[in-house]
């Protein structure tokens, strides 16, 4: 099968290898039907991050259908159309119980990788894979889009929103303008905020912020952007604050918008080698976030608002291209091209 490789910072290539094999009784293969890039592949592919050379490529969100199945799995068959979350939730341990299966406790290898293939080996199934109605061909394009982004990026904006517990009548500023940035805004909008202040630089993403429900755009950065959001809200700040970049700036400055007493709920990677905490101490902040709960999400009521049609955040896929165009994919959003790349995978 085609598999992508990283080859190097600034290089990711197709590579032929073996077909991935049941190796547990709570696994699954899935045939991928479509994936993507995310922002955080983009760490190790601009240089940020260190990974080792011809290494398995880090793509973890994908929709297929299921080819193969463990001894242990009854909820899911051969043929069946699933989304796969990144997180490998176990759904019984207490993390899993409160709805924080990013931080499942029953293993420690939680998370996808490699992908960027045409078969995926998908572990601990039984509870965390979400079956999606019908087959991939009785969906639009567009469809198929959103149902990708509830692998990962449309639950992680949503968990920002949640652990920065965003209600009804709030103001919520959101830190960053890429895939994850646009799903909060959708996310706010869902919980209700009143106002959501999205900063971004960029046109193309600004249109986009808008028409998912922002009210106001923000495109300066660093001190300028805190005054501009500070003059937005009458110098009281913001309601919580959505952080989806993970750099020390964009947490800097989440901490600079947001008023005493709320919550900055971070779901960018971090990169934030320091980090003050006696700022967020002497305001009675709250900083929360992590990994999302995606197939908590998604079975709760995220796969049910796409299929519904009430959010369509596959829009944030602007490109598209064959597996065999993998680079491409990545070039797309590094040179941003591309708010997201789509990777057709049959």
Known sequence: MKTTVFVKAGKVDIKDVEKPKIQADDDAIIRVVRACVCGSDLWAYGGQDQKEANSENTGHEAIGIVEEVGSAITTVKPGDFVIAPFTHGCGHCAACLAGYEGGCQSHTDNFSSGFQAEYARYQHAQWALV????????????????????????ATGYHAARVAHVKAG????????GAVGLCGVIAAKMRGAKR??????HE??????????????????????????????????????LECVGTELSTDTAMKVIRPGATVGRVGLPHTPKTDISAPFMRNLVLAGGPASVTTYDKGFL????????????????KSFPLDQVDDAYQAMKNREAIKSMLVVD
């Open 170 to 177: 709030d103001t919520v500023v959101v830190v960053g303008d």
């Open 303 to 318: 796969l049910d608002a796409v299929l519904k049609g009430d959010i369509n955040p596959g829009k944030v896929f602007t």
């Open 204 to 241: 193309d993403r600004q249109k986009l912020a808008k028409e998912f429900g922002a009210t106001d755009i923000v495109a300066e950065r660093g001190d300028e952007a805190v005054q501009k959001v500070m003059d937005l809200t009458n110098g009281d700040g913001a309601d919580a604050v």
């Open 196 to 201: 959501i202040i999205a900063m971004s630089r």
């Open 131 to 154: 079956k999606v109605p019908g087959k991939p061909e009785d969906y639009t394009e567009g469809m198929l889009k959103s149902l990708l982004t509830l692998a990962d990026v449309m």
